[in-house]
């Protein structure tokens, strides 16, 4: 399917026959049990968002200032207020992030008051401003900070009680957790299976684990997450690497905007936002693997179908007789057929994350490999290819994959030596 990040409908320009190693018996084929740890309905609707924004503003935006100390408005402003009123006159979910970290608060270091000061301030947030799409925890502190133990755990209790469809994210989750750096990349092995006892903050994931706890890769437009005068967005070819190794990784990008001293986010970072956006549904809009006729339950032409709720589901059977693989056959009209030099592959990952290894052939010449697949993978190629069979082979699985999509695109903006 055409990324979510401006909706646009994937042109048909082929005709594609798929085979695959199963029989076609799936019509009587029950659904298929899920591989445990399964996510919940709000994390399957934040992943499926793929990119959400950040803003930082504050009195940081007007002291030109990374770390501040906080006076508003003489004390009688409720940025808080404005913010969600403005995001959802306009049809937009509101998130929020509270840091831990209040600098002018009398009480930081004593353990009890400074707690209980920061969950009435959740609870404030939590009661007084409508629906909240996710929460954003980390463990903020200064260098030469005075000691301070904050209450995660209770935190995340209250935060629960008081709006059970939020997302809750911090380091180690409990419902996404963050990548482990602030540059916008997940490593190319990516679980969204956890252990929340044993994790490594930045580590791939555990795929024999209890949790799901989905990592999410934040980073700013610009080098700091407040705007300052003298700072750039970052370029196009920057922003569309980003794009490739967190959502083409598994993550959501959390990517930040920072509103300047105006309270509105520069005209250049508008513009260049606008061309991240063209540029993705340039590559996403058209799926040259498109065109076969959409088949019900369980079949292999699900991959092809563009929608998220429908899948390819192969038997045992079929993997202990032939090993899990599905192909397309490309036949296309005029002397040759059209290059591609982007492979986009998605499970069904509302059953559980499966995929270990995978491998992608184009008419029986390796041309990516890779291991965990999650919600979405991208392979940039070294160069552009073209062919008449594109074969995706399962080398390694928990259970039988369920494959939801199997895409081929053009990527005009950048160049081979880049890719």
Not at 240 to 246: A, D, F, Q
Request: hydrophobic share 40%; aromatic share 10%.
């Amino acid at each position: 399917m055409a990324s979510p990040l401006l909706c646009l409908a994937a042109a048909a320009l082929a005709v594609v026959a798929v085979l695959v190693s199963t029989t076609e018996a799936w019509r009587a084929t029950p659904p298929p049990l899920p591989v445990l740890p399964i996510p919940s309905a709000p994390q399957l609707k934040w992943q499926c968002r793929e990119v959400i924004m950040f803003f930082h503003f504050g009195m940081n935006t007007f002291t030109d200032s990374e770390w501040g100390t906080g006076p508003w408005r003489g004390g009688r402003g409720d940025v808080v207020r404005e913010f969600v009123d403005a995001a959802r006159a306009r049809g937009v979910d509101a998130g929020l992030y509270l840091s831990p970290w209040d600098r002018h608060d009398e009480r930081y270091g004593e353990e009890v008051a400074y707690n209980e000061y920061y969950e009435a301030q959740l609870h404030e947030l939590l009661t007084g401003y409508g629906s909240v799409s996710e929460i954003w925890f980390d463990g903020a502190k200064g260098k030469n900070a005075t000691n301070m133990t904050y209450h995660f755990q209770e935190w995340f209790q209250t935060v629960k009680q008081l709006q059970r469809s939020i997302n809750i994210f911090s380091d180690d989750g409990p419902d996404v957790r963050w990548v482990g750096d602030e540059k916008g990349y997940a490593g190319t092995t990516c679980w969204s299976t956890v252990n929340r006892s044993m994790i490594t903050i930045g580590e791939a994931g555990i795929e024999k684990a209890t949790h799901w706890v989905p990592p999410e890769c934040d980073v700013s437009i610009r080098t700091g997450w407040f705007w300052h005068k003298n700072e750039t967005a970052k370029p196009l070819s920057q922003l569309l690497e980003i794009y490739y190794n967190s959502v083409g990784r598994n993550c959501v990008l959390l990517l930040n905007a920072p509103p300047n001293s105006t309270g509105l986010v520069e005209d250049a970072d508008i513009a260049r936002l606008r061309e991240f956006g063209a540029a993705v549904a340039t590559i996403f809009g058209t799926d040259l693997a498109a065109g076969s006729e959409r088949g019900a339950g369980f079949a292999a032409r699900n991959v092809l179908d563009g929608r998220d709720d429908t899948y390819w589901a192969p038997t045992g059977e079929d993997g202990r007789r032939n090993g899990y693989w599905i192909e397309l056959r490309l036949r296309r009209p005029g002397p040759g057929a059209q290059a591609f030099n982007v492979v986009r592959i998605q499970e069904h990952v509302a059953l559980g994350q499966r995929v270990e290894r995978h491998a992608v052939y184009v008419d029986g010449a390796p041309v990516a490999n890779g291991t965990t697949v999650g919600h979405k993978r991208l392979h940039r190629l070294p160069r552009p290819v073209a062919g008449t069979t594109v074969r995706v082979w399962i080398a390694a699985r928990r259970g039988p994959p369920l494959l939801s999509a199997v895409g081929l695109h053009y990527d005009p903006f950048v160049e081979a030596n880049t890719m």
